[in-house]
Nanobody, 117 residues
C-alpha cells in the first residue's frame, strides 16, 4: 500500500490558486512531521512547507504569505493551499512524512503543478 498519495495538481494561470492534497494510509498518530517539497526541472528538490504533529508550520521564504499547509487528522490528509501562483511555482510537488522513532523520510509519487509564463 502506497503510504502517501498526492492529488490536486494541474495547470493554472499566474495569479490563480490550487489546493494539493496528500492522503496518508497510516494513522497520523504514527507521524511526526509532514511536508510538501517541490522539484523544478534541472533543480534540486526543496522544502515548500512543513507541519509537525503539534501543528507547528514552517514555510520557504518564497511562499510565505501565499501558501498554507494544514492537516485534517480525521481524514489523515495534509493540504497545501497555494494562492497567487507564479510561474516559478512550476514543479512536481511531493508529499513527505517522517514517523516517530524512524529516521527515514517517506515520499509520495508527486503531482505536477504548471503555471505558464
Amino acid at each position: 500500500q502506497v503510504p502517501l498519495v498526492e492529488s490536486g495538481g494541474g495547470l493554472v494561470q499566474a495569479g490563480g490558486s490550487l489546493r494539493l492534497s496528500c492522503a496518508a494510509s497510516r494513522s497520523f498518530f504514527r507521524i511526526n512531521t509532514m511536508g510538501w517539497y517541490r522539484q523544478a526541472p534541472g533543480k534540486q528538490r526543496e522544502l515548500v512547507a512543513g507541519i509537525t504533529s503539534g501543528g507547528t508550520t514552517n514555510y520557504a521564504d518564497s511562499v510565505k504569505g501565499r501558501f498554507t499547509i494544514s492537516r485534517d487528522s480525521a481524514k489523515n490528509t495534509v493540504y497545501l493551499q497555494m494562492n497567487s501562483l507564479k510561474h516559478e511555482a512550476t514543479a512536481v510537488y511531493y508529499c513527505s512524512d517522517r514517523l516517530i522513532n524512524d529516521p527515514n523520510t517517506y515520499w509520495g509519487q508527486g503531482t505536477q503543478v504548471t503555471v505558464p509564463s
